[in-house]
């Protein structure tokens, strides 16, 4: 077994004790495809006032300019997934992935350590650790690392437990036995494209106009929401499933496996009158560490009475 070889089982047997689910690793070079797919789509104005994606472009599609000198990217994914319901099927909706405690703080910290394993069991290496906070194009690693294909909602599915998971990246200038893309298995399914209640997702599938989609509009914008959504929000006050709710790869879908992924006992038991009325001390004593505190009290409030 070449020191490769070894290096990369290694550092994929530690990072499932780590409780990352999948793991896989690619070349770190320019993603020169999506590099004209990511201009096109910001010259659609896809991504709407999310000014911070036209930022930094060269850094976005080539990592070695994140880490230079860099290889390789260790690509994982963190599993999610919690089929618990809100208990009042009228309450105003918040994502899975928001049920816990933010989830850039957890994953963020088992990346640091899986970087500290590599350098004590290997030795010196140049490395950085992202989870959805730098410019890394992560869903295009994602595939090329074989953890799954981008379908049609555009989000990362993998065949043996569908898209309930996270991201996560260490880009490092460790060389490792690459893996091979697996291929798109979407077909001729148009569930997700036709659940969307804003209709975000294009025709033909592959495309997002985040501009209209439901977790841009409660959690990524600013401003007032526009009027022209009324009605079409389908009762979400943060974040939106629907697109990975009817994506039949979702049936393999297992509940995570992370105590601090789990929500606040209050959080699924508000009925909907408890969520019009919120205050301030209810959304900090429920939100404590959560990632909804980045829409802050005021943006959350905005968001539901835009569903009355």
């Not at 992935?97 to 703080?105: I, N, P, R, T």
């Not at 049609?152 to 996270?166: A, C, E, M, V």
């Amino acid at each position: 077994m070449s020191s490769q070889e070894r290096h990369t089982d290694l550092i994929r047997r530690e990072a499932q004790r780590l409780g990352f689910e999948f793991t896989g690793f690619a070349r770190a070079e320019r993603l020169d495809d999506e590099a004209r797919k990511l201009e096109a789509w910001l010259h659609q104005q896809a991504h709407g006032k999310m000014e911070y994606m036209a930022r930094n472009f060269d850094m976005r599609v080539d990592p070695r300019l994140l880490v230079p000198g860099a290889k390789s990217l260790i690509c994982l994914t963190y599993t999610y997934h919690n089929p618990q319901k809100q208990e009042d099927p009228e309450a105003p909706k918040i994502s899975q992935y928001a049920y816990g405690q933010d989830y850039h703080l957890v994953i963020k910290e088992r990346l640091q350590a899986l970087l500290e394993f590599i350098r004590t069991e290997i030795g010196a290496v140049d490395g950085r650790c992202f989870v959805d906070s730098a410019p890394v194009m992560e869903r295009e690693w994602a595939r090329r690392a074989g953890l799954g294909w981008n379908g049609k909602n555009t989000l990362t599915i993998n065949p043996r437990r569908g898209s309930w998971f996270f991201l996560a990246e260490i880009i490092c200038d460790l060389p490792l036995i690459y893996d091979d893309p697996i291929r798109d298995h979407c077909g001729t399914c148009r569930r997700c494209i036709e659940a969307c209640p804003t209709e975000a997702i294009s025709p033909q599938g592959y495309f997002l106009d985040a501009s209209k989609c439901i977790s841009y509009l409660t959690i990524e914008l600013k401003d007032a929401l526009p009027t022209e959504f009324k009605g079409k929000m389908d009762n979400w006050m943060f974040g939106c499933d629907v697109c990975q709710e009817v994506c039949p790869w979702n049936r393999f879908a297992q509940k995570h496996q992370e105590p601090a992924f789990e929500p606040h006992p209050d959080l699924l038991q508000l009925r909907r009158h408890e969520w019009m009325e919120i205050t301030e001390e209810v959304f900090q004593r429920v939100f404590k560490k959560s990632a909804v505190k980045r829409t802050k009290f005021a943006g959350l409030k905005r968001n539901i009475d835009f569903l009355q």
